[in-house]
């Protein structure tokens, strides 16, 4: 079955004529088009603002992209919130939700101004320590964890009860308790109980679970809740034939629940936010790469000049990337191919068993729905660089939005060794 690209293969070879594959390349019409969506959504609820999950892309240049939709950062690392920093961010939009939170992060994001998600109860006392004579801010979340299994009717379900997030529904009740002793006045809840959804029920199940639990804590311990944050999620049709996510249907849904639980509460004043990562990038970016070598011994591969390291997901967890031969979207998918990278690893296979049309080298392949956990999961294994990122903007031109590690970057820590300096 067929999967649009927004590339052609005319395209995709100009891009490479000026950056060599592989690279990743990103389509910011389709960026800009889903962010409208997303605000669109949204839009019943006043406070509404997305924090993009930097982890996602950190690319500035997509971040600033997003930052004209009133979009914020949703940070988990002392480089995220440098990053969120130098694009001028003010606190309010930087969500610092981070676990296991080194001392030092935490006082940078208080320096920002961020808001800070707390993942566990003893982080009261942790972040305390840090804040010194300043006392808490004045604004903080809480990240909630119900434990058990989350299933929703299409059979999608995820398992909080085995994740390290979060606290349980009694510690989240004690931690605003001891909270508002502390001065705080506005309180948040997160939680983020499945991941990559596609089903449009994830957003308002989950925003139903949360309203009701803000609506029992803010009427047991008569605290003000300012936000709710549905966190990420939300995923992408990542197979061919797939339905994709309706972000307006989610949207209507988060806003039924909202006004069957939280409005006749009297907490209409409450903000919806959001930390989508996977949805708003995810489909607008591809890995370009070229097929360099077949091989054909018990099986047939096709090797490419991309590997994990560009694109880990299909090695880490197995996950399904979709392949299009650019200049064959219409030939038959009669051959069957193991699609291969070059890291001695037997899982640097982009795809195995698949179906595709007959591949020559040189062919250039576009490997799907990269723009999330993309490149930003790449590594260094086996001394390879990571590529270009590309921005094909909305008239057709490109960008260079990041350029290609060179060696020189690779050994820049070993600055330390005398044989490494002034590699140029
Ligand atoms: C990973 C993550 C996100 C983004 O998740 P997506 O599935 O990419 O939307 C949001 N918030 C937190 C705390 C995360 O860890």
């Given at each position: 079955m067929r999967k649009e690209t927004f590339l052609t293969k005319e395209k995709a070879e100009e891009i490479a004529a000026q950056f060599p594959t592989p690279f990743h390349v990103y389509d910011e019409k389709g960026i800009r088009d889903n962010l409208t969506a997303i605000k669109k959504a949204f839009a019943w609820n006043k406070g509404f603002r997305e924090y993009f999950a930097v982890k996602a892309n950190p690319n500035p240049f997509l971040i600033r992209i997003m930052k004209e939709y009133g979009c914020g950062c949703d940070c988990s690392s002392y480089t995220e919130l440098m990053l969120a920093e130098r694009l001028s961010l003010p606190g309010e939009a930087i969500m610092f939700s981070s676990n296991d939170t080194p001392a030092e992060e935490y006082a940078y994001a208080l320096k920002l101004g961020a808001v800070i998600n707390l993942d566990d109860l003893t982080h009261i006392d942790f972040l305390e320590k840090i804040c010194g004579a300043e006392g808490f801010p004045k604004t903080i979340s809480c990240r909630f964890n119900p434990g058990g299994l989350f299933e929703m009717s299409n059979g999608i379900m995820d398992n909080p009860g085995d994740s390290k997030y979060g606290m349980t529904k009694d510690q989240l009740f004690e931690a605003f308790r001891i909270l508002k002793t502390k001065g705080v006045e506005h309180f948040g809840i997160h939680a983020f109980l499945a991941s990559n959804t596609v089903t449009n029920e994830y957003y308002p199940k989950l925003a139903g679970i949360l309203f009701s639990l803000?609506?029992?804590?803010?009427?047991?311990?008569?605290?003000?809740?300012?936000?709710?944050?549905?966190?990420?999620?939300?995923?992408?049709?990542?197979?061919?034939?797939?339905?994709?996510?309706?972000?307006?249907?989610?949207?209507?849904?988060?806003?039924?629940?909202?006004?069957s639980i939280l409005e006749p509460a009297g907490m209409g004043d409450v903000a919806i936010y959001t930390e989508m990562g996977r949805f708003v990038t995810g489909p607008y970016g591809a890995l370009v790469t070229r097929a360099i070598h077949e091989k054909h011994i018990y099986k047939e591969y096709i090797g490419c000049d991309a590997c994990a390291v560009n694109l880990m997901r299909p090695a880490m967890y197995g996950a399904y990337h979709h392949i299009t031969v650019l200049g064959k979207e219409n030939a038959p998918c009669d051959h069957v191919y193991d699609v291969t990278g070059s890291l001695c690893e037997n899982n640097d296979?982009?795809?195995?068993?698949?179906?595709?049309?007959?591949?020559?080298?040189?062919?250039?392949?576009?490997?799907?729905?990269?723009?999330?956990?993309?490149?930003?999961?790449?590594?260094?294994?086996?001394?390879?660089?990571?590529?270009?990122?590309?921005?094909?903007?909305?008239?057709?031109?490109?960008?260079?939005?990041?350029?290609?590690?060179?060696?020189?970057?690779?050994?820049?820590?070993f600055d330390c060794f005398p044989e490494f300096k002034d590699l140029g």
């Open positions: 803000a609506k029992d804590i803010s009427e047991t311990l008569n605290v003000h809740i300012s936000f709710i944050n549905l966190s990420g999620g939300v995923g992408i049709a990542y197979q061919p034939g797939q339905e994709a996510n309706d972000i307006l249907e989610i949207g209507k849904g988060v806003e039924e629940q909202y006004r296979k982009f795809a195995i068993d698949r179906s595709l049309p007959e591949i020559g080298i040189g062919d250039l392949l576009y490997i799907h729905d990269a723009g999330a956990h993309g490149y930003a999961m790449g590594y260094n294994y086996n001394g390879k660089l990571k590529c270009a990122e590309i921005l094909l903007k909305q008239d057709g031109s490109f960008e260079m939005i990041r350029r290609a590690e060179t060696p020189a970057d690779y050994f820049a820590t």
